[in-house]
Every structure is written in structure tokens, then in C-alpha cells.
């Protein structure tokens, strides 16, 4: 049974910081590009950062490009996703994703609210 299971998220004040974890289980996780989405209220889902099988490779949406960072841990069966500067416009249910050919997972989501 494939599980993409998010945690991390909170409230935060503008300018902070905070790191989301994806733990995965049910697949063979290290064959799989993983990635971050975020989808605010009233939104569509959008990609906010990519990273290939084996971590070589990244991609960062425009709008959190030098702010957010993705990252992986195969042993761990883990991504990551390290946020900082945080604005109020980051506020969203960020998802982990793992799509590879016609396989396509989610996790449930972790809230992240930017506040002061």
C-alpha cells in the first residue's frame, strides 16, 4: 500500500521559516521523481519544486526560487522541503507527490499558514 504521509506544516510569521517532510513507504521509493505542490484557497494546485530520482536534479516554481528548497534522502525514504522567508502569499495545503509513468501518488497535505 502506497503512503505519501507530509508533516511539518504550521503557522509561522512572515520571515520565517519552516520544514515540510514527506516520509514514503509502498513503493520503491528511490526510482521516483518526487514533488511539492501547494494549493491555496480558491486556487488551482500548483508545482512548487521537483527533484529527480536521485536528488541530482532540481526545479523551484519562480515565485519561491531562492527562498524554498527541495531536497531527498533515500535511505530515508524521505523528501523535503525547506522554506524560508516565508510570505503570507506561501500560505497553502502543501502535497508531497510521486509520479512516475502511469503511476501517479499523493499525500494528504499539511497546512501551512503565513501570519502575524
Known amino acids: 500500500q502506497v503512503q505519501l504521509v507530509e508533516s511539518g506544516g504550521g503557522l509561522v510569521q512572515p520571515g520565517g521559516s519552516l520544514r515540510l517532510s514527506c516520509a514514503a513507504s509502498g513503493f520503491t521509493f528511490s526510482t521516483y521523481p518526487m514533488n511539492w505542490y501547494r494549493q491555496a484557497p480558491g486556487s488551482e494546485r500548483e508545482l512548487v519544486a521537483a527533484i529527480s530520482s536521485l536528488g541530482g536534479s532540481t526545479r523551484i516554481a519562480g515565485s519561491v526560487k531562492g527562498r524554498f528548497t527541495i531536497s531527498r534522502d533515500n535511505r530515508k525514504n524521505t523528501v523535503y522541503l525547506q522554506m524560508t522567508s516565508l510570505k503570507p502569499e506561501d500560505t497553502a495545503v502543501y502535497y508531497c507527490?510521486?509520479?512516475?509513468?502511469?503511476?501517479?501518488?499523493w499525500g494528504q497535505g499539511t497546512q501551512v499558514t503565513v501570519s502575524s
Open positions: 507527490n510521486a509520479r512516475w509513468g502511469s503511476e501517479n501518488y
